[in-house]
């Protein structure tokens, strides 16, 4: 028998670093931002890890002059032009997935126990056509989006508050449930704002020492689906300071 939505632990998962790898998105951004809003910028100096879509533009707007109501009044037709240009960037060069998160995000969603969502600093359209690409997209259909705010804390807060609308339970219930899986000390800080577990994976942005540090409950260098790792995913609240 299924157990009941609101009996679920939640996982939400962060998707560059954590769930694969691309170069594509960082070209697509520079080239809408000309497109929509008539910058010219390397984005060198630009550090997407972990940032949230939103702030990334709003800083960029900041830098080059640009009025901010304005720049929001064209967001949509610009993560929109974005996303078309990555689609094509992603046709041409595939992105590479973090080794064992096809396994790991199967391996939970075959279960009835377990809620898929994502967390993630990526435009919502940008977030599926990266998934889309590495076949994974079909089993996410929730999430707080990096379009939708500019603070990934606060983003981790409307994740909860979706989550806990359709599930009809209290929001710091399901977030003390959930787990958020990320691979920079800002994912693990979003997990820390809503008081839910954190598994950090050291794909190469932040280091396992930083991670740790930063407060993720733990730290792997891979998502390979282990007994143990979904023995630990699976026990919910009750490993929260051990
Ligand atoms: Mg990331």
New binding site residues.
């Given amino acids: 028998m299924e157990t009941a939505t609101s009996e679920k632990i939640p996982v939400w998962f ?5 769930l694969l790898h691309t170069k594509a998105g960082h070209g697509a951004f520079r080239v809408a931002l000309e497109e929509i809003y008539g910058w010219r910028d390397t984005l060198v100096e630009v550090r997407f ?2 940032n949230t879509d939103l702030r990334v533009l709003l800083d960029l707007a900041e830098k080059h002059g640009g009025c901010p109501r304005e720049t929001r009044r064209k967001q949509e037709s610009f993560f929109t032009r974005m996303a078309e240009h990555l689609d094509r960037g992603l046709h041409a060069e595939s992105p590479e997935l973090v080794p064992g998160a096809y396994e790991l995000v199967h391996a939970l969603q075959s279960r009835g126990d377990v809620s898929l969502g994502l967390l ?2 990526n435009a919502r359209l940008c977030a599926m056509i990266k998934l889309r690409h590495v076949g994974l997209d079909i089993h996410f259909s929730e999430g707080a989006f990096g379009d939708q705010h500019h603070d990934r804390n606060h983003l981790a807060r409307m994740a909860v508050e979706l989550l806990a609308g359709s599930a009809g339970m209290n929001g710091g219930h399901a977030a003390r449930k959930g787990l958020v899986i ?3 000390t ?2 693990v800080r979003a997990a820390k704002e809503i008081g839910a577990r954190c598994l950090a994976v050291a794909t190469g ?1 932040d280091g396992p020492y930083e991670l740790k540090a930063a407060g993720a409950e733990r730290v792997v260098t891979d998502l390979h689906p282990t007994p143990a790792l979904l023995d630990w995913i699976l026990a919910g609240e009750g490993h929260l300071g051990k």
């Fill in positions: 962060d998707i560059d670093g954590t890890a972990g993630t600093g990320g691979d920079t800002r994912d942005s």
